[in-house]
């Protein structure tokens, strides 16, 4: 269980960005949730350095077409790494199993088979409230923690 703040990070010690270009797919589903991680990532990336024109978005209907949303992402456009946002929340049923279970897969078998590192933030929780603690409340943001990650992936592509 996440006990810290998700948003903090040290500029210090993450790479230069502003030469980078990143692609961010979203889940339309649950929308409060994902466009607040959305909004976490973009700030995030500007922060860094990252122009505006160098962010391309996509939304996607949920989390399960997320896969493909990135995969098209990463083949179609130049980017330097992809950000994978939705939010699944635990139901009555064994849907939210099988959901998280594929795109948890999809997103490891992208990461496989291409050069381009598409990186996690869908966030799966038991309630909406942990989720609204995760996409800018009490926890932070996920958005934000992703895009210092994409920042790092992308400039570990480089090698």
Known sequence: MATTNLSYYDKATIPNAKSFRFGIVVSEWNPDITQNLLKGAVEALKDCGVTEDNIVVWDVPGSF???????????????????????????ETKHFDFVCEGVTQGIVDLNIAHETPVVFCVLTDNTKQQSIDRSGGKLGNKGIECAIAAIKMAALRQF
């Open 65 to 91: 077409e997320l896969i493909y949303g990135c995969k098209k992402m990463v083949t179609s456009q130049k980017v330097d790494a992809v950000i994978a946002i939705g939010n699944v929340i635990q139901g």
